[in-house]
């Protein structure tokens, strides 16, 4: 399958990778061991299975089978260096899950409201010192609390998030100048 054609999935895809997903899972509980060879054999069963519903080509169902196989190596490899679990090795995308759904929320609630807790939010939570990006803040030197990387602002200003790694949280750099003798 060409690069283009890889990108040309039926719209059904994501449902089918799902099912199969749920396929094999299901599948894998009954056995003793899981190895690699009985992953490959319980993906196949899966598309198998899926080809019988005929809702995509047979070369789709087996690009699909290749991802679910490429996740499901990938979470095993991560268990066996690791010794952690399902949730450790998502982690990133229960992460992203909560920010959509943070999201969907905020958009159905009084911007008001949200706006007037996120700014409750920011006067509360940090620390006397620190500053936030979108803050105004007067003429000086800030350090990134995240990279240590120095921000100048040479008049007031809004902070801007890190330049070069993202962060959004300073803290103000003061000293003395040397006192010149003389």
């Not at 890889?6 to 056995?31: C, F, I, P, W």
């Not at 500053?131 to 809004?158: D, P, Q």
Request: a negative charge; proline letters at 2%.
């Amino acid at each position: 399958m060409t690069e283009p054609e890889r990108n040309q999935l039926s719209g059904k895809a994501l449902e089918a990778y799902d099912r199969m997903l749920e396929h094999v899972q299901s599948r894998l509980r009954t056995v003793q061991e899981t190895s690699m060879e009985t992953l490959e054999e319980e993906i196949d069963k899966a598309i198998e299975a899926e080809h019988e519903l005929q809702e995509m080509t047979r070369d789709e169902l087996s690009l699909l089978g290749a991802y679910l196989q490429r996740d499901l190596e990938h979470l095993l490899d991560f268990v066996g260096e690791t010794g952690e679990g399902l949730a450790e090795w998502l982690q990133l995308d229960l992460s992203l899950l909560e920010q959509r759904l943070t999201e969907r929320l905020l958009s159905i609630a009084d911007q008001t409201m949200v706006d007037t807790l996120a700014l409750r939010q920011k006067l509360e939570s940090h620390e006397a010192g620190q500053y936030i990006s979108g803050e105004v803040a007067t003429a000086g030197m800030f350090r990134c609390l995240n990279c240590e990387h120095m921000l100048c602002l040479t008049s007031t200003s809004h902070l801007q998030p890190c330049e070069a790694c993202g962060s959004h949280y300073y803290e103000r750099v003061t000293s003395r100048w040397p006192i010149k003798v003389s």
